[in-house]
């Protein structure tokens, strides 16, 4: 059981970190895509002028840019016990 214990502890700290990565990514991908659709529209209204007035220009989102920390994962630390099973 400690090998379980162990190689849980190893997969499950691994998963936080790719976690906290992927809302980073999402973020800058929200960033990118405000940016690109901003771009559009000003492209758009330059091509075809309307009396009506300008594009909405967009801010980008409020996004974080740095990794979160979890915090440690629980070890469960069974199959460790020096009690005697009965």
Request: no cysteine; proline share 8%.
């Given at each position: 059981?400690?090998?379980?214990?162990?190689?849980?502890l190893?997969?499950?700290?691994?998963?936080?970190?790719?976690?906290?990565?992927?809302?980073?990514?999402?973020?800058?991908?929200?960033?990118?895509?405000?940016?690109?659709?901003?771009n559009?529209?000003?492209?758009?209204?330059?091509?075809?002028?309307?009396?009506?007035?300008?594009?909405?220009?967009?801010?980008?989102?409020?996004?974080?840019?740095?990794?979160?920390?979890?915090?440690?994962?629980?070890?469960?630390?069974?199959?460790?016990?020096?009690?005697?099973?009965?």
């Amino acid at each position: 059981m400690k090998d379980f214990t162990s190689a849980y502890l190893k997969v499950a700290e691994r998963f936080l970190e790719v976690w906290a990565k992927s809302v980073v990514s999402v973020g800058g991908a929200a960033v990118g895509f405000t940016s690109t659709a901003n771009n559009y529209a000003a492209a758009d209204a330059a091509t075809h002028p309307s009396p009506t007035g300008q594009p909405t220009h967009r801010p980008n989102p409020h996004v974080i840019d740095k990794a979160p920390a979890y915090g440690p994962v629980t070890d469960f630390k069974w199959g460790t016990s020096t009690r005697a099973r009965t």
